[in-house]
């Protein structure tokens, strides 16, 4: 089965905005055992909507078009959909009542152009948008479907898991293809790759092995192809466990979709216990993935960002002595924060970060990256350095998952 | 001048890497007066590249294509390119030489691989990559340019500036195109396009008006196309006055590519005044936002989260009796917090915010998306209720948003 993904607006073309609908839809539809043989992004002009319906490979099966339906721009997506499509413009009831509830739960005025965007061609069958106003669209000509998506990404989304995904299952006999998808912290792709290469070597022709290297995290995904389920599964369940000897659960720390921040939440729930963070260098971001679990607060008590050293001093019990004779990046400052928190904020367990996120801060001794990491507990006090890079963004990022999966591997007992 | 895009590479429609190298161009191209009229992306494959490259549009004046022509895999691409352009492989002697000594400079052994990747169709004009070993080549053929890059962003935007730019700017008589950005926090798409239908129709032709929405933040994007720079930029200027005018500094916050969190950092140095936040709901963003801003040591102090109502009341202060009679979620509860961080963390500036970021804690009273956002100075406390929406993660980004800009605001002495 082979696919093809076209995007619609000019935001793309002149690089205002990049494009990463295509990605999603790519991985997503590859996934399925779909082959998606081209991208196209194209102008939010009649002419080139129809241009790029009129010149869909033969062998497609599936089209998905994304963007071109916000209220502002609606008109010329949906009008050349109705050129190409045919039929007429009706006001989709469902989608019309939907948007009235939409704007009335998050208390925005309703325009006319907001219920303008239920009108659909009635050539189409309406996948509905939980998340958003504009519907998707699937029509079907010369034995292809098509699909038309808002470009907003969580609408796309949403729409495509809940609402396309059940109907491509049902409507297209895809391969038997089943992934698993290993999340690796702290192992850099190359050294994975030299540690792996024997091992990929005597993998079957209908298993492969994929990188898919992030700031922080390592994804391996093994992919298998068959037609017998049980097979397949059981091909996976080995290969799994050859790569969790490999690299031990230190640095495996889940499985698809899986979250650090998830993970810890869900094993200080099973604990019963509470947590805080005193972050220098990440300046929030760890407190900030925290709590962007939903019921976060059942066991995050808060933080004390603690940029600068009055504040290391006065909120977190940190000696004067030691940030004036070591620096606020040395182990014991770290490890004093953590304690600090911990006590002052009465949770059970503690993070604490300082280091040199750059670009400024460095020095020959010390370089940018230069990272402490410290994790307290009842009975532990663990600390470490970490050298990162020179790049600010990367090393805050680097530095929170980090100390996510320190935390992990003393909340599993790992140690 | 109309240009298009291409970029080879199976990883891209499998949704492995995002291509940002379109966007780099796209952006570039339509700096210089390129109509850039398609993006595509292809798999490696002789048969789509050949395809690609005999279906461009008839008025395409200029072709890039990237990617494809890595060490390993090299050959696909340029067999490619002599077929379609024709003449013989040969090695170029300059591109051949560089690679040595680059290979050399970074201690890396020389393969009989990396040379060959100075070989290159005769029927081309070598573009030199002086960060890598790919150099670019440049071909002419039915009246078109059409150039192949390294698919390495930094080696394609390497060529493309030092290289391909100055040939770009001495073969084509480009017209002068000009655009401006106007950020606007707290405007709906739908609500700016009601305010600027009457707006939009006295624009004259050569002038356009793109709504560019994210989370929080709305982008209006103003085009213009001419042949007199003076004359643009007055065009420019007078309509971004006009549209200063119609919605106001309070909501028009920056051009371009400004951040609120730069914005709000120029203004506390400028005022040599320091900053804390006081976080519930945010959990962290707002200080992650702050010290996402290289140098924000500078004014940014620290932050409580105070996710539970313990540290509201031991860390900042909060009166236990309005936690009791009136929730977290209130003016008196988050006036305190703003108050207690601004007294404890001993700043100019404080943000405190309390709300129900969802999806569980919503009541009819106070239903999830319900924010209290307060700002404290040395002699001002503004506070203000609102309504976001029913989504966890854009709940938190708005009241992020949202609280940002009412502290610029205040800085701005806008009120």
Redesign the interface.
């Known amino acids: 089965m082979k696919a093809e993904i076209i995007t619609i607006g000019?935001?793309?073309?002149?690089?205002?905005?990049?494009?990463?609908n295509?990605?999603?839809?790519?991985?997503?539809l590859?996934r399925l055992g779909f082959e998606?043989?081209?991208?196209?992004?194209?102008?939010d002009r009649h002419e080139?909507i129809i241009f790029a319906l009129n010149?869909i490979f033969k062998d497609t099966d599936l089209v998905i078009l994304t963007g071109g339906l916000?209220?502002?721009?609606d008109d010329i997506t949906k009008q050349s959909l109705l050129t190409f499509f045919g039929g007429k413009m009706i006001l989709d009831p469902t989608a019309a009542d939907h948007i009235r509830k939409l704007l009335k739960?998050?208390?925005?005025?309703l325009?006319e152009?907001?219920i303008r965007q239920a009108e659909v061609p009635d050539s189409c069958q309406v996948l509905a948008n939980h998340?958003g106003s504009a519907p998707g669209m699937m029509f079907r000509k010369h034995d292809k479907i098509f699909v038309s998506l808002p470009g907003?990404p969580?609408e796309m989304k949403d729409i495509f898991e809940h609402e396309l995904l059940p109907v491509l299952q049902r409507e297209f006999i895809l391969p038997l293809r089943k992934h698993r998808t290993l999340l690796l912290e702290g192992v850099p792709e190359s050294l994975a790759a030299e540690k792996l290469s024997q091992w990929e070597e005597q993998l079957p022709d209908s298993m492969n092995l994929?990188y898919?290297p992030s700031v922080g995290i390592l994804r391996l995904r093994i992919s298998i192809s068959g037609d017998n389920e049980d097979y397949l599964n059981e091909k996976l369940n080995k290969a799994t466990k050859e790569l969790n000897q490999l690299f031990g659960s230190q640095r495996i720390f889940g499985e698809g979709t899986d979250t650090l921040q998830e993970i810890i939440g869900r094993l200080l729930v099973k604990e019963g216990a509470s947590l805080s963070?005193a972050?220098s260098c990440?300046?929030?971001?760890?407190?900030?993935m925290?709590?962007?679990v939903?019921?976060?607060?059942e066991y995050?008590?808060?933080?004390?960002?603690?940029?600068?050293n009055?504040?290391k001093i006065?909120?977190l019990g940190v000696a004067e002595a030691d940030l004036k004779n070591y620096g606020a990046v040395s182990k014991g400052v770290v490890e004093q924060m953590a304690t600090g928190v911990r006590a002052?904020?009465?949770t059970d367990y503690a993070i604490a970060t300082s280091g040199i996120?750059?670009?400024?801060g460095g020095s020959s001794e010390k370089p940018v990256g230069t990272t402490w990491i410290a994790i307290s507990s009842k009975d532990t006090l663990v600390s470490a350095k970490f050298l990162f890079g020179d790049h600010?963004?990367r090393n805050?990022t680097r530095a929170s998952i980090t100390a996510l999966n320190m935390l992990r591997i003393q909340l599993m007992r790992l140690r």
């Open positions: 000019d935001e793309i073309l002149i690089g205002q905005i990049i494009d990463t295509s990605a999603y839809l790519g991985a997503e590859t998606v043989q081209r991208l196209q992004s194209i102008p080139a010149n916000g209220p502002t721009r739960s998050r208390h925005v005025r325009y152009r907001n998340s907003v969580f994929a898919l963070t972050e990440t300046g929030g971001t760890i407190a900030q925290i709590t962007s939903p019921g976060a607060s995050f008590a808060g933080s004390v960002i603690a940029y600068s009055e504040i006065k909120q002052r904020y009465q996120a750059g670009p400024g600010r963004e805050i």
